[in-house]
């Protein structure tokens, strides 16, 4: 069992930036793929980015792109969304999750373990 806490939510003025955190319970962290997950009041849950077991390969929502950088630290059990030149669109409930096997997937269905979420609000 993986737990994940995610911190570093919060209120942000448009053009803004924010970091989320994602902490890992287990040492066994660095053999698991993560992601990053968003969901908006009224649409379905959707990948952010995502990132492989060492960091060697990672992925971005089309919306995203040039804009938030997933990155982690095994060292540390962590995962890291920077989230530069946000946007009122991207105000969502921001979830991690961790998916098995070490490569990351694009199915919200292929992750295992996920975090209680935390809050961005981007005011225009």
Same mark, same amino acid.
């Given at each position: ?20 955190? +994602?902490?890992? *319970?287990?040492? $066994? ?21 995502? &990132? ?5 390969? $990672?992925?971005?929502?089309? *919306? ?5 950088? &997933? ?8 995962? #890291?969304?920077?989230?530069? *030149? ?9 979830? +991690? ?5 070490? #490569? ?6 292929? #992750? ?5 979420? $935390? ?6």
């Amino acid at each position: 069992q993986v737990q994940l806490v995610e911190s570093g939510g919060g209120l942000v003025q448009a053009g803004g930036s924010l970091r989320l955190s +994602c902490a890992a *319970s287990q040492r $066994t962290f660095g053999l698991y793929a993560m992601g990053w997950f968003r969901q908006a009041p009224g649409k379905e849950r959707e990948l952010v980015a995502a &990132i492989s077991w060492n960091g060697g390969s $990672t992925d971005y929502a089309d *919306s995203v792109k040039g804009r938030f950088t &997933i990155s982690r630290d095994n060292a540390k059990n962590t995962v #890291y969304l920077q989230m530069n *030149s946000l946007k009122p669109e991207d105000t969502a409930v921001y979830y +991690c999750a961790a998916k098995g096997g070490g #490569y990351y997937s694009k199915s919200s269905n292929d #992750y295992y373990y996920w975090g209680q979420g $935390t809050q961005v609000t981007v005011s225009s």
